[in-house]
């Protein structure tokens, strides 16, 4: 009889529980964007190159470097390299014109979907923001799917649909 207890509270608790970290990750994701826009922004004002041609140009100087259009130090290292948490982030450089880059687009998805986000994003220079979902539904799960799950069955749902019902 406890155990069946534990188990509808746990079955009631967790799918809140692991949509609320999902948010969390995908608000994250957000934040790192802006944060990604305001490097590029920082980085076409100080060296009056345009933006910069990849992620990597705003990331740290080697040690004992002075920053520059080739580690511009806007950026920590794994940031740099495309890595944020959660998400994978991608930076696409628009065409060189007059010896300069001028315009640019950022893309977030998750690096593991369905686990640490059912939510991609994207930007560019322009101001323009793109946003969708990976699954076509988010229903919650049902108690018996979510007590079906941490017992080890399948309970109909799946990773693939992010944990959520049909």
Not at 2 to 13: D, G, P
Not at 30 to 41: F, G, S, Y
Not at 44 to 52: D, E, K, N, V
Request: proline letters at 6%; hydrophobic letters at 40%; one cysteine or more.
């Amino acid at each position: 009889m406890v155990i069946a207890i534990i188990l509808l509270l746990l079955a009631i608790a967790l799918p809140n529980f692991w949509r609320a970290q999902m948010a969390a990750r995908q608000a994250a994701a957000q934040v790192t964007l802006r944060e990604i826009q305001t490097a590029e922004a920082t980085y076409a004002a100080t060296y009056g190159q345009g933006y910069s041609t990849s992620l990597a140009k705003l990331g740290p100087p080697a040690s004992g470097t002075p920053a520059s259009s080739d580690a511009a130090g806007l950026l920590g290292t794994v940031l740099a390299n495309g890595q944020d948490g959660a998400y994978r982030f991608t930076y696409i450089p628009g065409s060189l014109i007059n010896g300069k880059i001028q315009t640019y687009t950022l893309k977030a998805e998750p690096s593991q979907p369905c686990v640490s986000g059912y939510a991609y994003y994207g930007f560019n220079s322009n101001g323009e923001t793109t946003a969708g979902t990976l699954v076509s539904s988010l229903q919650p799960d049902t108690p018996a799917e979510v007590v079906a799950r941490v017992l080890g069955g399948s309970g109909g749902s799946n990773l693939l649909n992010c944990g959520m019902g049909p």
